[in-house]
């Protein structure tokens, strides 16, 4: 066993406070800290990736090359993209067909970045707020009637039309849709105490940090949802989603394939996108551990198992502390900070900690 730091990664939505609180660090930090990432993976090179490469087998048992989960402490402040991933056959193919175009991996036009699908799990530390999957569409026409704006009834009928209709709009017609909305939404924001005043809140909100952009049109269409500490999404694929702020734990399979559709200056393949997103609706995506503290969904590439206490791990493992100090075998791990646990050993961990293992 050993213990492995994050690597940090400073995007624009990150926080200057969320992730250096949690390692114990001052604060404001000078860049927004967005993601910590604890794992293999070669866009955060490190002693794990070091270790693996060296010795696959040794690390990480039997039949296996590569640690098949990434996982990282996220902490948004702002709005991440609206975006989807693959499934596994729609990331080779997509990835191969890149390939075969000649596209640089570093290109800005780049959908697929690799042949593997992104399943991923994000169990949250405190609040975190989300747009998770398609709310269901009599829930939508309700909110479409109480906005009572002829401009946004393109949003009407089925999801895919929705979509659609959205991603082709002109941009010179944005600014004059978004501006109604958002003027109508801070009314309901003011008058309005249940779901429709959350979401016209949202709409403000995300004016506020993406002026015009098509992707505010989207939390008009998507699940708004607030986690408690210890509540989880799942998001597979094709389930269309953005984190909006907070911080939490997430694991995902090895990949960076997102396609996106809003919030971002990044690019958006319109007719990719469509083909990759699921047209059904998703009445609740949260997700509760169960009575030992495992979060279990169908991905195959990791498991997670979250701890507050007492517990038995067995490798290949990632251990990660959160909030305190916990102990993983004769490691002490701080805050935000994990510990390896390589094939064929076993460890006791205590404290507050989740565990990371590839599944079943």
Known sequence: MRRIEGAVQ???????????????????????????????????????????????????????????????LLAAERALSIQVHPTKAQAEAGFAADEAAGIARDAFERNYKDDNHKPELLV?????????????????????????????????????????RALHMPAEDLPEIIDA????????????????????????????????DRGVLFALLLNRVVLQEGEALYLDAGQLHAYVRGTGVEIMANSDNVLRCGLTPKHIDVEELLSVVRW?????????????????????????????????????????????TAECGELRVDSGSAAWVPAGEEARVSGKAFIARPGA
């Open 124 to 164: 949250a530390l405190g609040e975190f707020e989300a747009m998770a999957g398609f709310r269901p569409v009599a829930r939508t026409a309700e909110l479409l009637d109480k906005l009572a704006l002829p401009e946004l009834n393109f949003l009407r009928g089925d999801l895919r039309g929705a979509v659609e």
């Open 280 to 324: 059904e609706e998703l009445a609740d995506p949260r997700l509760q551990a169960d009575a030992e503290g495992a979060y279990h969904t169908p991905a195959e590439e990791f498991s997670l198992r979250r701890v507050s206490g007492e517990a038995e791990v067995a490798g290949p493992a990632i251990v990660l502390a959160v909030g305190g």
């Open 10 to 72: 400073n995007y624009a939505w990150g926080s200057h406070e969320s992730l250096a609180k949690l390692q114990g660090r001052p604060t404001p930090t000078e860049q927004p800290e967005a993601e910590l990432w604890f794992g293999a993976h070669p866009g955060a090179p490190g002693v794990l990736l070091d270790l693996i490469e060296a010795d696959p087998e040794g690390q990480l048992g039997q039949g296996r090359t590569r640690l098949p989960f990434l996982l990282k």
């Open 181 to 212: 909305l958002t003027r109508r939404c801070r009314e309901l924001a003011a008058s309005a105490d249940d779901w429709m005043g959350e979401v016209a809140d949202l709409v403000v909100r995300l004016e506020q940090q993406y002026p015009n």
